[in-house]
């Protein structure tokens, strides 16, 4: 059960990291749906400014899922090799978007229970595509800055991400939970970082539990 202390507690931290991170957004550049899921794809275990590198030339050369889905997979991997794990990553796009060729007309639909069935996406990318993309607000993005900061705010004492998101979906009012994530991983790299965090500068201190900290 969420008390009523609790969520104003998460209100008032949301409302300080929004003041100290006014120009937060969201983290990947794209221009189409199909765009951020080649992203969201490249992303897992990479850093944002890695992904964001690769992308401009790989979206100019692939503009829709058969550019993708009708070359070698080869080709695809040279695009994207120095991105980490980028085989299985090429792999998992053009398995994608043979998918979207089949299923879809080519677009990439709009539903958390289609998104999943595509290679390569689980419910943290499908929300990300969801949201960002579609504007359709139906969860929260749960990455591992979310998992760290919300453990060490005292928000949810569980490590398992869909765990973690209903807690937070109960706690956090819906109209944040598009900017929750940023704020997340803006907070987590400049002062909640994973190894001795910077509580003396940190804007939430007097607010933070420190769990496990």
Known sequence: MIFLGERERAAKIIRKLKAKYPNTRYYLNFSSPL????????????????VNSVTPKLFKKYKSAPDYANLPVSQLEKDIKRVNFFRNKAKAI???????????GGKVPDTMEELIQLPGIGRKSANAILINAFNKVEGIVVDTHVIRLSLRLGFTRDYDPEKIERDLMKLIPKINWKPFPWLMK???????????????????NELCPKVGV
Do not use: F, W
């Open 94 to 104: 053009q398995n994608a978007c043979k998918m979207l060729i089949k299923q879809y």
């Open 186 to 204: 803006d907070h987590g790299r400049a002062i909640c970082v994973p190894k001795r965090p910077k509580c003396p500068e940190c804007v939430v």
């Open 35 to 50: 765009e951020l899921l080649a992203a969201t794809i490249l992303s897992a275990q990479a850093r944002d400014e890695l």
